[in-house]
């Protein structure tokens, strides 16, 4: 694939994700017969309307100083020039110097000039700043957050459960291998580790009642204060709860995502969207109860729930799954 087509399926993948949201989206937009732009994004609502002029670079190499200051001069004059209301310049590759973005924009409006990374970006569109901080401000104020938009309150609710904010205590696990006999961790430690550094699939088992919900909220809490920590490098995922219960009763994976995921604020049109995006999202699922999504846990029937969550882990996205089916009879299902 050569760098033009690279660069239109990258502005395809940019302008589904405004048009998710409810942009309208222009491509390919001519300000002046010296400058086109390859996005313009337009979203009404609230009797306002916000009009964003985007830019997608997929270089070799970061993003060089002159083309940030560039990009930076024509976006600066069409905001003094009322004909935008903000400008990303989103970059695959990163940028040579990030301060700049800082420095640039000191003089403007919050926000009205920005510089993303992809998946800096696409946490920023879809909207999981809300979700993370949510989640954070909730677990670490026990609970007496006010959270005015009750986004995600399916989620919070399940954090009340049982008063987890002051109740859970993080148990120690054996990791045992080949060479040696085994060496004390922390488990959801353990398990941020796998699926966020070492990108693994995970099986949680336990009998009912022995803390495997509990053991994924608070692994939720964990990742998402680990996601948002500015000063910590290397690879982090957005943690994605998901209770497996009922979803038995969908013909189609991803519609039940789309219903879940909904339940959270986050917005896809439809299964299709979420299918095609689900890969390049940041994220970890954590799927809990397997052997809560139908009614009976027969043989026939786990053999079926297996089959109904197998696209998943045909996917890059790592996924931890709880049950407290045994695992011997989910591998001869």
């Known amino acids: 694939m050569d760098t033009t087509t690279k660069g239109t399926v990258f502005e395809d993948e940019i302008a589904s994700l405004f048009s998710m949201q409810g942009y309208e989206v222009k491509r ?3 300000n002046s017969v010296a400058e086109e732009y390859d996005l313009l994004c337009t979203k009404r609502e609230f009797g306002s309307e916000n009009v964003i002029l985007v830019e997608c670079k997929i270089h070799a190499k970061p993003i060089p100083s002159r083309i940030i200051s560039d990009f930076y001069s024509r976006a600066k004059r069409m905001l003094t020039e009322c004909k935008i209301t903000n400008a ?3 970059s695959k590759s990163g940028f040579v110097k990030n301060f700049l973005s800082n420095e640039l924009t000191k003089e403007l409006p919050r926000n009205a000039i920005r510089f993303f990374g992809y998946t ?10 809300y979700y993370l901080d949510c989640i954070i401000a909730d677990f670490e104020n026990q609970g007496n957050s006010d959270h005015s938009e009750k986004k995600i309150q399916p989620l919070i609710e399940q954090f009340s459960r049982d008063n987890l904010y002051t109740r859970y205590i993080d148990l120690s696990a054996i990791e045992k291998s080949d060479n040696s006999n085994g060496n004390p961790v ?7 580790d796998q699926l966020s550094i070492q990108n693994q699939n995970c099986l949680l088992l336990g009998e009912i009642g022995s803390g495997k919900t509990s053991v994924c909220l608070y692994l939720t809490y964990l990742m998402s204060k680990q996601f948002r920590n500015q000063n910590k490098s290397g690879s982090k995922r957005i943690p994605l709860y998901i209770s497996l219960s009922g979803a038995g009763k969908y013909a189609d994976l991803y519609k ?10 986050f917005r896809f049109d439809n299964s299709s969207e979420l299918r095609r995006l689900i890969e390049v999202l940041p994220i970890a699922l954590l799927l809990d109860g397997f ?9 026939y029937v786990i053999k079926d729930m297996a089959k109904f969550l197998s696209p998943l882990f045909k996917l890059s996205i790592p996924v931890l799954l ?5 695992l011997q009879t989910i591998r001869t299902s």
């Open 28 to 30: 390919q937009v001519r």
């Open 88 to 90: 990303f310049l989103i």
């Open 120 to 129: 800096e970006f696409i946490s920023e569109i879809v909207g999981f700043d």
């Open 186 to 192: 922390q488990i959801t430690a353990y398990l941020e």
């Open 256 to 265: 039940f995502l789309v219903m879940r995921l909904k339940e959270y604020g």
């Open 291 to 299: 052997d809560e999504m139908m009614q009976s846990n027969t043989p």
């Open 322 to 326: 709880t049950s407290s089916v045994c």
